[in-house]
């Protein structure tokens, strides 16, 4: 299938979000393994005087274990559909946690930042220039902040593969299906069969000139599916 990209995914996510955080609390340990790869950024003294990107927020779950993993930070959390914003507001929040409707480089042209830490939760395979959006979130950081990217990457096995085609298949295609959003939920599929293995996200991060890039697995039946990837922003190109 064709996936799903820039306006017409956003408009998909914006239709999917009244039964978003319903269908994600189907997947056991979505939450405990955003905290687990927010806390991976290792940020010092709980973020006290820290500023810090949430790309991708959708509704406020990632933002949810951003500020878990770093409760006295400053947060600004992004994402490109407004339906999936409307439900992280909806939401209670401290005073140093914002929300905004930006795409990142849309938040790079507005001026923001630099940031000392960015977390990007289920973002990169659903964006049509992914080499482009992190050049992007390296110049957004400063220099030597932190990355941490969230993200279902396969390891090109065919048993992890055919574990996720029966996980999409049997659970979460139907389950979207009831909520008039199959379309999404198969892209969803077709977006993980399609993105970079582990190891070849890693190296793009490299590429990008991140440093210290690595792959780091999340524990139960999400191993070898789903990944924690850390790196820190090098010095900018002269």
Not at 33 to 41: E, G, I, T
Not at 109 to 129: C, I, Q, T, W
Request: charged share 20%; with cysteine.
């Amino acid at each position: 299938m064709t996936l799903l990209r820039d306006h017409d995914l956003a408009r998909a996510f914006d239709h999917a979000s009244r039964t978003y955080d319903r269908l994600t609390g189907l997947n056991p340990g979505y939450r405990a393994d955003l905290l687990r790869s927010a806390r991976r950024l290792k940020l010092p003294g709980d973020g006290a005087g820290l500023h810090l990107l949430d790309l991708g927020c959708g509704t406020g779950a990632s933002t949810r274990a951003l500020l878990r993993a770093a409760p006295r930070a400053r947060i600004t959390a992004v994402d490109a559909s407004a339906g999936m914003l409307r439900r992280a507001l909806a939401k209670p929040w401290p005073d140093g946690v914002r929300f905004l409707h930006l795409s990142a480089e849309e938040l790079h042209a507005a001026g923001e930042g630099p940031f000392d830490a960015v977390f990007a939760a289920y973002l990169f395979r659903n964006v049509s220039d992914p080499d482009g959006v992190l050049g992007t979130v390296r110049g957004l950081l400063r220099p030597g902040g932190r990355l941490a990217v969230h993200e279902y990457s396969l390891t090109g096995s065919p048993a992890h593969r055919a574990l996720w085609t029966a996980v999409c298949q049997g659970v979460i295609i139907p389950a979207g299906t009831l909520t008039g959003d199959r379309v999404l939920y198969r892209h969803l599929w077709h977006s993980v069969l399609d993105f970079d293995t582990a190891a070849a996200f890693t190296g793009r991060l490299t590429r990008a000139g991140f440093t210290g890039a690595r792959a780091l697995p999340l524990a139960g039946w999400q191993t070898g599916i789903t990944y924690t990837f850390v790196a820190a922003a090098g010095k900018a190109d002269r």
